[in-house]
């Protein structure tokens, strides 16, 4: 057997091995437009940039995230929140109508119904446990059965309170190894106004269009838009390409306000804290609302204008890839060797 044929069949096997069983396979993104947020490692927010979340005495610097991850371009739309909710009502025991308050889902008896032209709107009106239901449910592949939606990235049975202390059980955060969350406080503030290219060392823009002047109607959906009632109201998602954050997001400045799954416990709350959102700036004059606000956390009851985005990890590097990175060059040299037999075996480094 000559020494090509056995160079050959040694690659061949490397692809057969590293094919089957050792290629990490990229998690489905389900039709969800997720981007990359880099620059792993960036600072905080200091005491001269916004957003800096003026609670306590001095306030909290957010915006600091060691890790890539990824973030929806826009939020949640009622079309992908109305898949989910059809999917999980068979398995929720509550009130079908706490799923989906939003005007636009309708319960129609067995099911929810969504006129077409609605399906493209930023969801609102939910729930932070059914956000985290549904990233259970992504995160379980969209199984048809009750455990995709109890577990996987949150575990939905702490979801309740202790009634002697009245405090939640919850720990407020996704698993490790979830494939989709709720973004944190400091993952939402970063992937809308932190810039690695601010002024030639980094920093955070005022506003989430990569820009520190006042948005104007032009620039984001802050303000009642031309149309019907309900266009004025919600609107679709992507409205205003141009108003986009340094990573390319968009409606950080509208469409729906934002859960995050960051808690704020306080003693001076005698309900145990907040958890912190977005405001809905269709719901405000002022873009600077951005700041973020926070909602009661007990009771976990929906919020009429509470919509969210979903994280997701950045997919690994294949193996394969890695591991041919390696065997090709070997291989070639190989071949090179065994061309040259009467002058001796030269290998090249290169």
């Not at 044929?5 to 969800?32: E, H, M, N, W």
């Not at 950045?314 to 009467?342: H, M, N, W, Y």
Request: net charge negative; proline share 9%.
């Amino acid at each position: 057997m000559g020494r090509g044929f056995r160079d050959r069949a040694a690659f061949l096997l490397a692809l057969t091995i590293f094919g089957t069983g050792s290629v990490a396979k990229a998690q489905p993104d389900y039709g969800l437009d997720f981007v990359t947020i880099g620059d792993p490692g960036n600072r905080n927010t200091n005491n001269g940039e916004a957003p800096l979340l003026p609670f306590g005495p001095l306030g909290r610097h957010v915006g600091a995230v060691d890790y890539e991850y990824r973030l929806m371009r826009n939020e949640v739309t009622m079309g992908q929140y109305t898949e989910f909710v059809n999917a999980y009502i068979p398995h929720y025991s509550g009130n079908p109508q706490d799923l989906a308050v939003d005007s636009l889902i309708v319960w129609n008896g067995s099911s929810f119904d969504l006129a077409p032209e609605h399906e493209n709107y930023a969801v609102r009106g939910t729930a932070f446990p059914f956000a985290a239901a549904m990233c259970n449910w992504l995160h379980n592949g969209k199984a048809a059965e009750a455990w995709a939606f109890e577990d996987g990235a949150y575990d939905m049975s702490l979801f309740t309170f202790d009634p002697d202390t009245g405090q939640p059980n919850d720990t407020h955060v996704h698993r490790p190894g979830a494939k989709y969350w709720i973004p944190s406080i400091d993952e939402w503030i970063k992937g809308m106004h932190w810039d690695p290219a601010k002024d030639g060392v980094g920093g955070y823009w005022q506003y989430p269009d990569s820009g520190d002047e006042l948005m104007t109607p032009e620039e984001t959906d802050a303000y009642p838009q031309p149309g019907d009632f309900l266009e004025q109201i919600y609107g679709p998602v992507g409205l205003f390409p141009d108003s986009q954050s340094p990573w390319g997001l968009l409606g950080g400045a509208g469409g729906a306000g934002e859960w995050t799954e960051t808690v704020w416990l306080d003693p001076l709350f005698s309900d145990g804290g907040r958890r912190f959102y977005r405001p809905s700036e269709r719901d405000d004059t002022d873009p600077t609302a951005a700041l973020l606000g926070r909602t009661p956390i007990p009771g976990y009851t929906w919020e009429p204008f509470h919509g969210f985005r979903l994280a997701s990890p950045v997919p690994a590097p294949s193996v394969l890839i890695v591991t041919l990175v390696g065997v090709v060059p070997q291989f070639q040299r190989r071949r090179e060797c065994s061309r040259d037999t009467k002058a001796g075996c030269r290998v090249s480094s290169s």
